[in-house]
T-cell receptor, first 113, second 117 residues
Framework: AQSVAQPEDQVNVAEGNPLTVKCTYSVSGNPYLFWYVQYPNRGLQFLLKYITGDNLVKGSYGFEAEFNKSQTSFHLKKPSALVSDSALYFCAVRASNDYKLSFGAGTTVTVRA | DAGVIQSPRHEVTEMGQEVTLRCKPISGHDYLFWYRQTMMRGLELLIYFNNNVPIDDSGMPEDRFSAKMPNASFSTLKIQPSEPRDSAVYFC???????????????FGPGTRLTVL
């Protein structure tokens, strides 16, 4: 079985400060890891993914994520948050030999001006 | 690219009525997924198709739910009869396949917000 944990329901940061959204996972075999963002009344938008290679993955809108195999983590980061980054963020994982993508419960990010 | 298209965006119906949700995947994508999102249960995979063939429908909650994909550019999710507990946002997603033949990055539609009174 595979699972994703997003330990923080909410993250609040001031604009211009670094933003980190945490994610840990459990999967049999090699993990394929994804981050999505959901704005109100919208679908999920793909931000970035880790399949293999460099542990630091860069994605859309200035976001990046670091894969840490020993800690089974894939935290999402942005060096300088914007008010427009306020949204719901989902981490997801699937095993490299499986079809099913498992999502975390989501983390609501609020960036205050 | 228009992305994944879903219709309607909002649906309000009364208990017992039939509801049909529609999805047009991204052209050329081989996989299509139907998800349901609720506050209580988060995102749940209901069913997925590969090349128009249903592969796994183990997430479909009851026999009241059915899904079809008559061609590569259209899928429907039907609920008959609908119940208030079916109220949720239903998402369709599509993807290409990766080098192992498994789903690559999934791209989501805007969703259909279903309210059953």
């Amino acid at each position: 079985a595979q699972s994703v944990a997003q330990p923080e329901d909410q993250v609040n940061v001031a604009e211009g400060n670094p933003l980190t959204v945490k994610c840990t996972y459990s999967v049999s075999g090699n993990p394929y890891l994804f981050w999505y963002v959901q704005y109100p009344n919208r679908g999920l938008q793909f931000l970035l993914k880790y399949i293999t290679g460099d542990n630091l993955v860069k994605g859309s809108y200035g976001f990046e994520a670091e894969f840490n195999k020993s800690q089974t983590s894939f935290h999402l980061k942005k060096p300088s948050a914007l008010v427009s980054d306020s949204a719901l963020y989902f981490c997801a994982v699937r095993a490299s030999n499986d079809y099913k993508l498992s999502f975390g419960a989501g983390t609501t990010v609020t960036v205050r001006a | 690219d228009a992305g994944v298209i879903q219709s309607p965006r909002h649906e309000v119906t009364e208990m017992g009525q039939e509801v049909t949700l529609r999805c047009k995947p991204i052209s050329g994508h081989d996989y299509l997924f139907w998800y349901r999102q609720t506050m209580m249960r988060g995102l749940e995979l209901l069913i997925y198709f590969n090349n128009n063939v249903p592969i796994d429908d183990s997430g479909m909650p009851e026999d009241r739910f059915s899904a079809k994909m008559p061609n590569a550019s259209f899928s429907t999710l039907k609920i008959q009869p609908s119940e208030p507990r079916d109220s949720a946002v239903y998402f369709c997603a599509s993807s290409l396949w990766d080098r192992e033949g498994l789903p690559d990055t999934q791209y989501f539609g805007p969703g259909t917000r279903l309210t059953v009174l």
